[in-house]
């Protein structure tokens, strides 16, 4: 089958991958090609890219055949690049595929594919990996651009598609209360390649890099630094951790890229006078990242609002003990006193109990981890994920479609 996906990003190789988003469609799309599949993906050239030295790249063939677009912006707001180039690729190319998957329904490139798709009558589904109902960020002028986006062409694009595939049932019940029909609804959760967890390093380097001892009880937040994330609520919870509950060596870090909230809550852990408890790091990646999950004694997801996490995926296969939200499709992916424990949005009362729960009994802790990465390996994996991706496909793919996927299946 021939499958175009549309994103906003798409790394060069998997050790650069900016954010949870583009992590999914990496793997999806590498799964998808191993099974045979012909991959195409069209990106804009971000700064990411640039640090890669493939800015004068405009294409780019990867391992499994997977053929990649990236198309220079001529004007950028934010993560909002204008990419015209996509337009003569469209007119040229967009008649060879018998689906396309669209990432992000606010891209520009998502844009103009959609009216091809449209016009040419190709099959398309949109997947906005939560977005599409989150909180309205602070800045008057994305919020601005953001609503007017989605009252004209996001929503225009959501609803010409043929399925929206949604991460989860909170999700999916938030399309159903704006009018969206149960049968144009999938449910598919995200998965992960486990296979990148089996090698796992050695305890010891990443405190040993930032200078935490071994005695000292680490908790990591690892992830965006955005207001949605509820990473105020876990610096008012550590706090009172460390000031109160006789945690006083304990440590938190908070590493992540800033999405305008980094100045905010630098004055929150000022105010709390937290600055030697709590480091704040920039964005790590690949092996750095693995050795955080390793040295911690507890990830904690404290997000305000959430349709699903691949950092508390990634946390659970590492075997780490994880807190999260009961909110929406964090609760889904947690046991709760299980695998995991759930505490109630925003509330600091809860999150301090459950930490000092975890710190408290670390054997206890250790064996809700060992639990988690059991459940996570057996029902979130990237092959369990790309069958049920491979039958949406069939199920509003062409009849030549259908065709292709099932002698691929036979093949296997």
């Given at each position: 089958m021939n499958v175009l996906h549309v994103s906003y990003a798409f790394p060069v190789r998997r050790e650069v991958i900016p954010d949870g988003v583009t992590s999914v469609l990496y793997n999806m799309t590498h799964e998808l090609a191993k099974r045979g599949h012909h991959i195409t993906v069209c990106v804009s050239l971000t700064s990411v890219f640039d640090a890669e030295r493939i800015s004068s790249l405009r294409r780019m063939m990867l391992e499994n055949g997977i053929e990649v677009y990236y198309f220079p912006y001529s004007i950028r707001f934010a993560n909002f690049c204008i990419t015209p180039r996509i337009v003569s690729f469209c007119l040229r190319e967009i008649r060879k595929f018998n689906l396309i998957h669209i990432h992000d329904a606010r891209a520009f490139q998502s844009m103009i594919v959609a009216f091809f798709a449209w016009l040419f009558r190709i099959p398309y589904v949109v997947q906005p990996h939560g977005a599409f109902f989150s909180p309205l960020p602070k800045s008057t002028i994305v919020r601005l651009l953001r609503s007017f986006l989605d009252m004209t062409i996001s929503r225009r694009i959501v609803e010409n598609c043929s399925r929206i595939l949604v991460l989860s049932v909170t999700e999916a019940e938030e399309y159903l209360d704006h009018g969206v029909k149960a049968e144009r609804i999938t449910v598919i959760r995200n998965g992960i390649d486990v296979t990148e967890y089996e090698n796992l390093p050695k305890r010891g380097r990443f405190r040993e890099r930032h200078n935490i001892a071994a005695h000292n009880q680490l908790v990591l937040c690892l992830?965006?630094?955005?207001?949605?994330?509820?990473?105020?609520?876990?610096?008012?919870?550590?706090?009172?951790?460390?000031?109160?509950?006789?945690?006083?060596?304990?440590?938190?870090?908070?590493?992540?890229?800033?999405?305008?909230?980094?100045?905010?809550?630098?004055?929150?852990?000022?105010?709390?006078?937290?600055?030697?408890?709590?480091?704040?790091?920039?964005?790590?990646?690949?092996?750095?990242?693995?050795?955080?999950?390793?040295?911690?004694?507890?990830?904690?997801?404290?997000?305000?609002?959430?349709?699903?996490?691949?950092?508390?995926?990634?946390?659970?296969?590492?075997g780490r003990p994880v807190i999260a939200s009961r909110v929406g499709g964090l609760k889904d992916l947690v046991l709760n006193n299980d695998t995991g424990l759930l505490v109630e949005p925003g509330?600091?009362?809860?999150?301090?109990?459950?930490?000092?729960?975890?710190?408290?009994?670390?054997?206890?802790?250790?064996?809700?981890?060992?639990?988690?990465?059991?459940?996570?390996?057996?029902?979130?994996?990237?092959?369990?994920?790309?069958?049920?991706?491979?039958?949406?496909?069939?199920?509003?793919?062409?009849?030549?479609?259908?065709?292709?996927?099932?002698?691929?299946?036979?093949?296997?």
């Open positions: 992830g965006r630094i955005h207001e949605i994330k509820g990473i105020d609520v876990l610096v008012r919870a550590f706090a009172r951790l460390v000031k109160h509950m006789r945690y006083i060596g304990a440590m938190l870090a908070i590493v992540g890229p800033d999405h305008g909230y980094l100045i905010t809550l630098k004055a929150l852990i000022k105010e709390l006078e937290m600055e030697k408890q709590i480091l704040i790091l920039s964005p790590i990646y690949a092996r750095d990242k693995l050795e955080a999950y390793v040295d911690s004694d507890i990830c904690i997801i404290p997000s305000i609002y959430e349709t699903f996490s691949m950092v508390l995926l990634e946390a659970c296969v590492c509330n600091v009362v809860q999150l301090v109990n459950s930490m000092v729960f975890m710190l408290d009994d670390p054997n206890r802790a250790k064996a809700m981890g060992l639990r988690g990465r059991e459940y996570v390996c057996k029902n979130f994996s990237i092959e369990r994920a790309v069958d049920e991706i491979v039958t949406l496909y069939a199920s509003i793919g062409s009849k030549r479609a259908r065709a292709e996927i099932g002698s691929l299946r036979k093949c296997q």
